[in-house]
C-alpha cells in the first residue's frame, strides 16, 4: 500500500499541471490596451432608432460618422522577479485568439502560465480582427466560420478521414497527445476569420513592438508570417523569435535583415502529412535563405528529439510543458534567461 | 522648491493609480475557459478551397457539418489571500467586452485590479457573442457598429450637441470625470454587437454562474438586464448584485425571488437626460416591487452621495477608485468582505 502510494506520489509530482501550480504567480503589474488601427469615414446612410435592450428605451444612432477599425488588443502580465531578460509576446494562429496560451481545453494550464512561473513579463494579444480586438464590416470578402470536424485533420489530431461526427468512431494518430476528450471544448475556443486582412494584422503587431519592445516573440501557425514578417520590418526590436508551426513565412527578399536567434518547431507527423509537408518544406526554404544571408535559424522537429505524438495545437497537448521546456532551454542557452 | 516638490508629491501619492500599484497582486491561480453554447447543423453547402495565408498551402474546407455557437469566454485570477468571502463577477454593457474593467484608457488600474488588490477572487467574462467568446453569422438580424462620437453623448460625456469630430470644439458636461483625452483610446475597446442575442446571453451566464457561484454580481449598463434576470433564475447563487447604470431590469413577475442585497449606483446628469432619465425611472419602477416583495435594494445615486460628474462610463472615469470603495463598503457592510 505504502509502496502505491508513492507510486502514485511520484506520478502527480511529474504532472506537469502540479509541477506548475506549487507556488503563487506574483505580479508587479497586470493590464492591457488597445493599439494600432485607423479611421474611416461613413456617409450618406440613413439614422436608425435601435432598441439596445428589449423592454428598454430606444436610442438614436447616426451611422454616419467616423469608425475606429483595425485595432488590437493585448494584456500583460508583468512578474515580480523577472527572470527573463526581454518580454515575450505570444501570438496565436488563425480563426483563435490569445486563449490559445491559457488554460488548455482539458483544465491544465498553458503555456501562458508557463512562462510567467518561469520569469517572463508576457503580452498576448488577439489579432487585429478578432477576439477583443473587435471587428468590421469594412473588411474585404466573407469570414470563414469552421465546422467542428475541420481541424481534427487540418490540425493533425488524425490523418485523412479520421474524423467522425460519432465521438467514438473518431480515429487518430497513433499515441496522439491532445487531449482527445477536449476536443469540442477546444473548438468553443474558436473566432470567425477573414483571409484578406494580413496587412492590417501585421500594421497592428508593429505598433506593438514598437510599443513594447525589445522583445522575445513566439508565434504559432498563422501568427508564423506575421512574426517573420514584423521581425523583417523590425529586426532592432524582434530579438528572438520562436515560430510554432509556422504555416507560411516572410519575404525571401528581406531575410538579410534577420540576424536574430529564430527556432522553428514542428510537430509529430508535420513531414509526411500532404499538406503540412509542403508548408513545412517551405519554411525550410525560408531558413535555408536566412542561414544563406548569415542568419542564425534551428529548425527543430519534436519526433527527431524524441518528443512524440504532438499536433499543430502542441501548446494545448498533453506534454506541452515538456516542449516549453524546449524553448525555455533554448532561450536560455542564446542567453535571455537565466 | 522643497514646497513644490512637497505638494507634487502629495498629489501623486493621492493619485488612485499610484495608491492601487504599490504591493504585487499574488495569485495562487489564475486561467480562462468557455462555457455553454449549443452545437448547429448547417448542410447542402459546396465545399471550399480556402488560402488562409497569402503564399500558403491551400486547404479544403467543407462547410458542412455541426458548428459550435453560442459560447462564453471567462477569465479568471483567484488571490493568493483573499478576503471576499465569495467570488466576483464583472460582466460588462453593450458593445463592449470584459476590457472594460481592465486598464482605464487612460492607462491607470481599473476596477479588474482594485478588486485583485482588495483580496476578490474575480472572474471577467466576455458576453457570447462578443470578444473572445466569437460570434457566429446565425444570429439573427445584423450587428450594430458605433461611430466614434455616438457614446459621446448617449453615455453622458456631454449633453445633446456636445459632440464635435473636432476634439477642440468638444464640450461636456460641467466637471466631468470621463479623462476626456483617451476617448478615443476608449473607442478602440468596442466590438459590433447585436439586438436579438439576449436570450442567449442570458442563458450563457446562467451556465457560469452554475459553475463558479455562489458569487457577488457587479454588471454594467446592458449587463443590468441580464444581472436581474439570471438573479431572479438563480437566487441560490447570485449572493449579492450591484447593478452599475442598469439599461433595462428583469421581469417583475419573478421579484419574489429577490432578497439578496442590491444596489443600483448611476452617475451624474441621469435623472436629468432625457434617455437615462427613463431608464432610472424604470429601474426605481423595478427596484420598488423587488421591495415590495420584500427584497433589499437600494438605489445610489452618486451625486446624492457627493460623487459629482460621473459618466455612464464610470469604471474608467477619474475618480473610478472613489466610486469602487462606495461599492466595497457597500460589500462589507452586507458581511461578503472584511
Tied chains: 1, 2.
Excluded at 152 to 166: H, I, Q, T, Y
Excluded at 314 to 321: E, Y
Aim: aromatic share 10%; proline share 7%; net charge positive.
Amino acid at each position: 500500500m505504502r509502496r502505491l502510494v508513492l507510486t502514485l506520489m511520484a506520478g502527480l509530482i511529474a504532472s506537469p499541471a502540479l509541477a506548475q501550480s506549487k507556488e503563487p504567480i506574483a505580479l508587479r503589474d497586470m493590464g492591457s490596451f488597445h493599439i494600432g488601427g485607423r479611421q474611416i469615414e461613413v456617409s450618406g446612410q440613413p439614422v436608425k432608432e435601435v432598441l439596445f435592450t428589449p423592454g428598454g428605451v430606444p436610442a438614436k444612432v447616426d451611422p454616419n460618422g467616423t469608425y475606429q477599425v483595425e485595432q488590437m488588443y493585448a494584456q500583460y502580465f508583468l512578474v515580480q522577479n523577472p527572470k527573463g531578460k526581454l518580454p515575450l509576446l505570444l501570438w496565436h494562429g488563425g480563426g483563435l485568439t490569445g486563449v490559445t496560451y491559457e488554460t488548455k481545453p482539458d483544465g491544465n494550464p498553458g503555456w501562458l502560465n508557463y512562462f510567467l512561473r518561469k520569469g517572463w513579463d508576457t503580452y498576448i494579444s488577439d489579432s487585429m480582427e478578432r477576439g477583443r480586438s473587435g471587428w468590421t464590416d469594412k473588411f474585404k470578402g466573407d469570414p470563414v466560420f469552421l465546422p467542428l470536424g475541420d481541424p481534427w485533420e487540418r490540425f493533425r489530431l488524425g490523418p485523412s478521414g479520421s474524423w467522425n461526427a460519432d465521438k467514438v468512431k473518431r480515429t487518430t494518430y497513433p499515441g496522439v497527445q491532445f487531449p482527445l476528450d477536449a476536443y469540442e471544448q477546444f473548438m468553443k475556443q474558436g473566432v470567425p476569420r477573414w483571409v484578406t486582412t494580413d496587412d492590417a494584422i501585421v500594421a497592428a503587431y508593429i505598433e506593438l513592438v514598437d510599443k513594447v519592445c525589445p522583445c522575445v516573440v513566439l508565434v504559432h501557425s498563422q501568427g508564423g508570417s506575421f512574426g517573420f514578417k514584423v521581425a523583417e520590418a523590425r529586426p532592432d526590436k524582434v530579438k528572438a523569435l520562436i515560430a510554432v508551426e509556422p504555416s507560411a513565412t516572410g519575404s525571401k527578399d528581406k531575410v538579410a535583415a534577420l540576424k536574430m536567434p529564430i527556432a522553428v518547431i514542428y510537430g509529430d507527423n508535420a513531414k509526411e502529412h500532404p499538406r503540412w509537408g509542403k508548408i513545412r518544406q517551405n519554411v525550410v526554404g525560408y531558413a535555408d535563405a536566412i542561414k544563406g544571408a548569415g542568419g542564425n535559424v534551428e529548425v527543430i522537429d519534436l519526433p527527431d528529439i524524441g518528443i512524440k505524438g504532438n499536433t499543430h495545437m502542441m501548446m494545448m497537448d498533453k506534454n506541452s510543458d515538456q516542449i516549453a521546456d524546449v524553448m525555455q532551454k533554448w532561450l536560455v542557452a542564446k542567453g535571455f534567461a537565466d
